[in-house]
């Protein structure tokens, strides 16, 4: 993963106040309703707690061990919310608009293509937290 362009992209796009996670979840609950009832906190307090995750796991991008343990535990909670495979892809899909519209015309191709790989990368560790027999997230377990 291409570090100094995650970190550049960022800080393009990261607005004063989560003005960046603020408009993540502006944009999943316009385009995934049915995810919106499984929040409890005020938006705000969650666009905070999205933020400081993000600007972390990009802080460890080098440090494999730490990634696997914290997204291994964070992906274990999100297990226990009740959040399945297919939700980190909309997730994936919302931020990166989130971020490309806010970008503009200094968003890049390449940009989208390292937050798409970055992403994808986090829901795998997450996933992996996941105990066995929700591994596949089907419900089927
Ligand atoms: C990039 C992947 C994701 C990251 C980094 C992330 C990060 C976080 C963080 C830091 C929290 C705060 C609570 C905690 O630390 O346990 C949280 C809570 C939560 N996340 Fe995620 N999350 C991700 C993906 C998802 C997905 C795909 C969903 C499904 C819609 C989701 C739904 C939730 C919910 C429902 C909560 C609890 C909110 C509440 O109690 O109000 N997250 N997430």
Redesign the pocket.
């Known amino acids: 993963m291409d570090k100094t362009l995650l970190e550049h992209s960022l800080s393009l796009v990261d607005l004063p106040d989560d003005g960046l996670t603020v408009r993540f979840y502006d944009i999943?609950f316009t385009r995934?309703p049915e995810?919106e009832p499984?929040?409890?906190?005020?938006t705000r307090?969650?666009a905070a707690?999205?933020r400081?995750?993000?600007i972390s796991?990009v802080d460890h991008l080098d440090d494999t061990a730490w990634l696997s343990a914290n997204?291994g535990?964070?992906g274990r909670?999100?297990a226990g919310?009740?959040?399945?495979e297919p939700?980190?892809?909309?997730?994936?899909e919302c931020?990166i608009a989130a971020m490309a519209e806010i970008g503009g015309d200094r968003w890049t191709v390449e940009m989208t293509e390292g937050w798409s790989e970055a992403?994808t990368a986090?829901?795998s560790l997450?996933l992996a937290g996941y105990p066995a027999e929700d591994q596949t997230a089907s419900g089927a377990a």
């Open positions: 999943l995934y995810v499984m929040f409890s906190r005020e307090q969650q707690m999205l400081t995750a993000i796991v997204l535990a964070l909670r999100h919310m009740g959040v399945t939700m980190y892809a909309a997730v994936a931020m992403l986090v829901a997450m």
